[in-house]
T-cell receptor
Framework: GEDVEQSLFLSVREGDSSVINCTYT??????LYWYKQEPGAGLQLLTY?????DMKQDQRLTVLLNKKDKHLSLRIADTQTGDSAIYFC??????????FGAGTRLFVKA | NAGVTQTPKFQVLKTGQSMTLQCAQD?????MYWYRQDPGMGLRLIYY???????DKGEVPNGYNVSRLNKREFSLRLESAAPSQTSVYFC?????????????FGDGTRLSIL
């Protein structure tokens, strides 16, 4: 069935790059999303990529998609303490549903 | 813009009590969703409503009911609360007309059942 997997934790130093990885199973997914959740809040859309693209860059964020391996990554350049949050990968599956990963908690050390 | 509004933000219930969680969106979205978020398990879909007048079960519907009151509002009801339903509940909405259908989330309802 449909599944999205992510590692649960990532720790980086302030100023370094963070790379959060995700794998998904539904090869028919059309769009893949990254959401950010800060403490006490809901998920906010960070960025998305269409399945026929390899890369998308948006300021400090770079999304890489390897469709053959069903692997998605989010790179945050020059990571700041304000980037500490939980990051969710999600695939837009068929129909009306979006499948979410369990989320990667990013810790940024000053 | 309010986006997706959930009420209440916090609630404590006793086992067996009933409660309705409210959700409203002002983005004219067709589809609405209810999720629960538990540590280490990400988001699990409880129920969704693809459009006004329809509702469907998600991954974990047992113990819950929903009502799509109109296009704006989608409520989640716990008829007889159980400790296993202690969780953070999120409502979300999305448009169905566009190719991209990112979901927009409320800030959640933190529910504890004693």
């Amino acid at each position: 069935g449909e599944d999205v997997e992510q590692s649960l934790f990532l720790s980086v130093r302030e100023g370094d790059s963070s790379v959060i990885n995700c794998t998904y199973t539904d090869s028919s997914s059309t769009y893949l999303y990254w959401y950010k959740q800060e403490p006490g809040a809901g998920l906010q859309l960070l960025t998305y990529i269409f399945s026929n693209m390899d890369m998308k860059q948006d300021q400090r964020l770079t999304v890489l998609l390897n469709k053959k391996d069903k692997h998605l990554s989010l790179r945050i350049a020059d990571t700041q303490t304000g980037d500490s949050a939980i990051y969710f990968c999600a695939e837009q599956a068929g129909g009306f549903k979006t499948i979410f990963g369990a989320g990667t908690r990013l810790f940024v050390k000053a | 813009n309010a986006g997706v509004t959930q009420t209440p933000k916090f609630q404590v219930l006793k086992t067996g009590q009933s409660m309705t969680l409210q959700c409203a969106q002002d983005m004219n979205h067709n589809s609405m969703y209810w999720y629960r978020q538990d540590p280490g398990m990400g988001l699990r879909l409880i129920y969704y409503s693809a459009s006004e007048g329809t509702t469907d079960k998600g991954e974990v519907p047992n113990g819950y009911n929903v009502s799509r009151l109109n296009k704006r509002e989608f409520s989640l009801r716990l008829e007889s609360a159980a400790p296993s339903q202690t969780s953070v509940y999120f409502c979300a909405s999305s448009s169905q007309g566009a190719k991209t259908r990112p979901q927009h989330f409320g800030d959640g309802t933190r529910l504890s059942i004693l």
